[in-house]
């Protein structure tokens, strides 16, 4: 784990937002296999942290084409900068929580 995904793993592990969180969790879709760094299976929301790598333009290209198909199932995913995490938790923890209240549970 990076820095910054050891920083947000240690706040949401342990139920501390009322809500189990798995880290670097498999979620296959048919014939994609996808990894989550952080994943809440009682409101399938998943978070993603992302370095520098994800700046570039193929993988920017290659995220976006993910997160349609994590959509189409019915997956919400937010992602924040490594930074972000590391200059901001709690900034984070806040639109995390957001998210945790305004998500319905999937059926």
């Given at each position: 784990?990076?820095?910054?995904?050891?920083?947000?793993?240690?706040?949401?592990?342990?139920?501390?937002?009322?809500?189990?969180?798995?880290?670097?969790?498999?979620?296959?879709?048919?014939?994609?296999n996808?990894?989550?760094?952080?994943?809440c299976?009682?409101?399938?929301?998943?978070?993603?942290?992302?370095?520098?790598?994800?700046?570039?333009?193929?993988?920017?290209?290659?995220?976006?084409?993910?997160?349609?198909?994590?959509?189409?199932?019915?997956?919400?995913?937010?992602?924040?900068?490594?930074?972000?995490?590391?200059?901001?938790?709690?900034?984070?923890?806040?639109?995390?929580?957001?998210?945790?209240?305004?998500?319905?549970?999937?059926?």
């Amino acid at each position: 784990m990076t820095k910054a995904e050891k920083i947000l793993w240690g706040e949401l592990r342990d139920r501390k937002l009322g809500f189990r969180f798995r880290r670097q969790e498999p979620l296959v879709l048919g014939v994609y296999n996808f990894i989550a760094d952080f994943y809440c299976p009682e409101k399938k929301l998943i978070i993603e942290v992302d370095g520098g790598v994800h700046n570039k333009r193929e993988i920017k290209e290659m995220d976006l084409i993910r997160e349609d198909i994590l959509k189409q199932a019915g997956y919400k995913i937010i992602r924040f900068k490594n930074k972000e995490v590391e200059n901001n938790i709690e900034t984070v923890l806040n639109k995390i929580k957001d998210e945790l209240i305004d998500s319905p549970s999937p059926d």
